[in-house]
């Protein structure tokens, strides 16, 4: 799976990981930072979400257009690192809940600038990696690999995030519970109506609370949460640094690949490498691009649910304690013994002739089948987790399904019956459309969050997180068939003297579908579930229909090349 490909895409890999890390960290809990700190409802963090994403992913087309031009793609990279720290290290300072929103507003904004330098740019610069002939049929592989490096950094995020807010709350003696925030803060606001309810909740966190002391309960839990948040935002700034340390440090494995089209024009030893395009085909592939590009908005649209409706709907609708069977998929320490111990029985079995191998696989795989039984024994009979953690799981099935998809597609490469990129784009799309369905499906019969008026569902109607875990599963298998396939149908069709421009454009249609996700979160508290989830299925479906009916006319450009 990687013996291949050269040691530049492995330099982009860690580096990406380490960045993911910290964005992932931030989103898994930025939007209920956002409603607990400052009180906003579903609609107003979903605006300041949506736009923040829009941001991120439109300002990739100035880094890609000032790379190109200018700066070149290893010092726009490096450039976007930086700036990109500064914008998580001013998240961490904590501040009041009334000026305080405007220091977390520039520094979401810092953040998404130093995204548009870093994120477009590397992509293009692992592109340029296999421009080399040697590479090039393994273009697609690659970009699955690159694109698992994405997801283990965005896999622990949720974690560390959990871990370290539920230790800062741990020192003020609180424990996490999901009904707290809104309660507190509409209780504060003299909004609440329920408040013998909210006094009981408050009890179970400190049983000395009156009525008398339930504002300085309420002050003092969300002020508690609001600090535990700001301290997961430090763990991004960790990442960044990781991440800066690895591309600088192993510059030489991707030297050659950090040019631009005109800095190779100033190099006699690059000169004879330039690629000149016709003004016509240079028009059919821009073209191309752009119909790609139409597609993948809504797929953003609906994948960055994640981050908001989906978050929700785990905070409100789903029960927030589980039994120990259950307790394993939130466990990120022991799914992860758990993959170990099928990668070790599968190497072992693939090491027919290699006792060595054999040997030391088959320790491993006991080792870790092990840890993860350790792990499951340790369980309470109950377990809580938060809201947050359903976010691990697009990520770990990533990781997990990333070397089953490379290895079957390389099979049908061997028979000539590998699916181009367009269709792979195709297929993930009516995938996006299927997951959907099940939330469809699991909705039926919950009240409306209009009903709920802002609080959790109550506890006889709360379902399985199964329907959501099944949910992250069939995504997942879509974002691998769509989002790697896309970002190397850009790298190879885009003209080579706008790369940057073009990786850019990949992310200004993102943009464009993270910013629509606020359009949905408008409509959390207007229309019923279920109906909520089919808007998104539709658009899934059309999106796939219109990808399937311009297919073989992508094929046609991509063959010329």
Not at 287 to 302: D, E, G, R, T
Not at 350 to 375: C, D, E, P, Q, Y
Request: glycine residues 8%.
């Amino acid at each position: 799976m990687f013996k291949e490909h050269p040691k530049g895409l492995y330099v982009a890999f860690f580096t990406n990981m380490g960045e993911r890390f910290g964005y992932y960290t931030m989103l898994a809990i930025v939007v209920l930072f956002l409603q607990a700190k400052y009180g906003m409802d579903a609609a107003a963090a979903g605006g300041v979400y949506a736009t923040f994403l829009f941001f991120a992913y439109f300002f990739p087309l100035l880094g890609g257009f000032l790379a190109d031009r200018y700066l070149g793609y290893g010092r726009a990279i490096s450039i976007g690192l930086i700036v990109m720290f500064l914008g998580y290290f001013m998240l961490t300072l904590p501040t009041n809940s009334g000026t305080g929103f405007s220091m977390v507003v520039a520094a979401m904004g810092v953040i998404a600038l130093g995204t548009g330098f870093f994120k477009g740019n590397l992509q293009a610069l692992v592109g340029n990696l296999y421009d080399d002939p040697r590479y090039s049929p393994i273009r697609d592989r690659a970009y699955n690999i690159f694109y698992m490096g994405i997801n283990i950094g965005a896999m622990f995020a949720p974690t560390a995030a959990n871990f370290v807010s539920n230790w800062i709350l741990d020192r003020y003696h609180f424990t996490y519970d999901q009904r707290i925030p809104a309660m507190a803060n509409q209780f504060m606001k003299g909004r609440l109506a329920d408040t013998a309810s909210f006094l009981e909740i408050a009890r179970s966190q400190n049983p000395t609370v009156t009525m008398e002391t339930l504002r300085s309960f309420s002050e003092s839990y969300i002020n508690a949460l609001s600090k535990s948040y700001h301290y997961a935002f430090g763990c991004a700034c960790v990442s960044l640094i990781a991440s800066m340390i690895v591309f600088r440090l192993f510059r030489k494995y991707y030297r050659d690949a950090d040019m631009t089209e005109k800095q190779k024009s100033k190099s006699d030893a690059h000169k004879g490498r330039i690629v000149e395009l016709t003004p016509q085909q240079t028009r059919e592939r821009m073209l191309a691009l752009i119909l790609v590009f139409i597609v993948v908005i809504f797929f953003w649209m609906s994948f960055q649910q994640n981050g908001l409706t989906m978050t929700y709907f785990a905070r409100d609708y789903t029960v927030p304690s589980v039994g120990r069977w259950t307790n394993l998929w939130f466990d990120l320490v022991a799914l992860l013994a758990i993959f170990m111990t099928v990668v070790c029985v599968m190497l072992s079995i693939r090491a027919k002739n290699s006792r060595a191998v054999r040997l030391m696989t088959g320790i491993g795989a006991v080792v870790f089948a092990f840890f993860a039984w350790f792990r499951f024994h340790g369980y309470e009979a109950i377990t809580r987790f938060t809201p947050q953690m359903f976010q691990q799981f697009n990520p770990f099935f990533i990781v997990a399904l990333t070397p089953l998809l490379v290895g079957f597609l390389a099979y049908l490469n061997r028979r000539g019956k590998e699916p181009s990129a367009p269709r792979k784009i195709g297929f993930g799309m009516l995938m996006s459309a299927i997951s959907f369905g099940i939330l469809i499906v699991g909705s039926i019969g919950l009240p409306s969050p209009k009903a709920l008026a802002g609080q959790v569902a109550p506890a006889n109607v709360l379902i399985s997180p199964y329907w959501l875990i099944v949910t992250y599963f069939l995504l997942t298998i879509a974002e691998l068939l769509l989002s790697p396939m896309g970002i190397s149908f850009v790298s190879k069709v885009a003209p080579p003297k706008y790369k940057g421009l073009m990786q850019g454009g990949w992310f200004a249609a993102t943009a464009i579908g993270n910013y629509l996700v606020s359009v949905i979160g408008l409509m959390w508290d207007r229309i019923p579930l279920w109906s909520l989830w089919s808007v998104l299925a539709i658009c899934c479906l059309l999106s796939a229909a219109f990808m399937f009916i311009i297919v073989k006319r992508l094929e046609k450009t991509t063959n010329s090349i």
